[in-house]
């Protein structure tokens, strides 16, 4: 059964704009270049309710698939440089492991 791992991110009031243009121009190419995009089901950003937060929605395997793709990911180089200079805009983070439910539609 697939395992899903939603990730939080409440942005500094005023730093959305520079959190968009880093992940664009930095994070996901790097996601992108070392193949880390195929768990990614999506990213989000707040509209209503908390505010000012950045949410992606990862699909894995299993735990062990998901604590290899963590590993695998902090090891590279390109993605640690843009994770070193987005740090800076963020206030907090929470990471949520969900199971999907044995009924209805899974991404």
């Keep these: 059964m697939a395992l899903y791992e939603k990730r939080t991110y409440d942005v500094i009031l005023g730093h959305m704009p520079e959190v968009i243009r880093l992940y664009r121009d930095e994070g996901w190419p790097a996601l992108e270049a070392g193949g880390f995009d195929r768990h990614l089901v999506g990213y989000f950003t707040s509209d209503t309710g908390p505010l000012h ?27 640690m440089a843009f994770a070193v200079q987005i740090r800076e805009h963020l206030a907090r983070q929470e990471v949520q492991l969900l199971r999907p439910a044995p009924w209805g539609p899974h991404p």
């Excluded at 062990?64 to 390109?78: K, V």
Aim: glycine letters at 0%; charged letters at 35%; proline letters at 0%.
């Design 53 to 79: 937060q950045l949410v992606h929605l990862w699909r894995f395997a299993d735990d062990a698939d998901r604590r290899e793709f963590w590993s695998a990911l902090f090891s590279d180089d390109r993605f």
